[in-house]
T-cell receptor
Framework: DAKTTQPPSMDCAEGRAANLPCNHS???????VYWYRQIHSQGPQYIIH???NNETNEMASLIITEDRKSSTLILPHATLRDTAVYYC??????????FGTGTRLTIIP | GAVVSQHPSWVICKSGTSVKIECRSL??????MFWYRQFPKQSLMLMAT?????????EQGVEKDKFLINHASLTLSTLTVTSAHPEDSSFYIC?????????????FGPGTRLTVL
């Protein structure tokens, strides 16, 4: 699985869009980009995943650059409950997930 | 979404004793479950992959005789920490994959906090 680089921490004002970047310059052509988050003292939660095209679901949007070397997770209207550590995980779609250090997102009232 | 439970949610034990942690998929069948460990302020580290009806696959550096995994049914996997020591104190989290789903979406349990005195 490809290595990732994420900022260690970010702040975002409540109600604004939170944009979380991830660099995965060594990603393989058939590796997906998965995003999970972990709220303090809980198990991680799946958010979204994509391969080439941008994706949107009820939780977030995922923007993947054309060269697929980076992506951005967008939480359109952040709430206090979105405070968590966000993990960007390239994965071939097989079963083993490798968690990096992630980005600690703090939503500020 | 699918639900995964863990029991107990927390446990305190004496050094040298064994502790069993259960992971259950409540509304789906999981032929594969995963066990992770997380130390304070660190990321999740995969310990092993648990396959129903067969032996678990352990990650490098994880002692299989110390961390016994049993996946006897499609909805239950157990992790037993044998002869626990204070350095085994950690947050243990399981996950399960619903194989009916096309995507590799893993559902995680709430975690078990183990404290070894």
């Amino acid at each position: 699985d490809a290595k990732t680089t994420q900022p260690p921490s970010m702040d975002c004002a409540e109600g604004r869009a939170a944009n979380l970047p991830c660099n995965h310059s060594t990603i393989s052509g058939n590796e997906y980009v998965y995003w999970y988050r972990q709220i303090h003292s809980q198990g991680p939660q799946y958010i979204i995943h994509g391969l080439k095209n941008n994706e949107t679901n009820e939780m977030a949007s995922l923007i993947i650059t054309e060269d697929r070397k980076s992506s951005t997770l967008i939480l359109p209207h952040a709430t206090l409950r979105d405070t968590a550590v966000y993990y960007c995980i390239p994965n071939f779609g097989n079963e083993k997930l490798t968690f990096g250090t992630g980005t600690r997102l703090t939503i500020i009232p | 979404g699918a639900v995964v439970s863990q029991h107990p949610s927390w446990v305190i034990c004496k050094s040298g004793t064994s502790v069993k942690i259960e992971c259950r998929s409540l509304d789906f069948q999981a032929t594969t479950m995963f066990w992770y460990r997380q130390f304070p302020k660190q990321s999740l580290m995969l310990m092993a992959t648990s396959n129903e009806g067969s032996k678990a696959t352990y990650e490098q550096g994880v002692e299989k005789d110390k961390f016994l995994i049993n996946h006897a049914s499609l909805t239950l996997s157990t992790l037993t920490v044998t002869s626990a020591h204070p350095e085994d104190s950690s947050f243990y989290i399981c996950s399960a994959r619903d194989h009916r789903r096309r995507i590799n979406e893993q559902f995680f349990g709430p975690g078990t906090r183990l404290t070894v005195l």
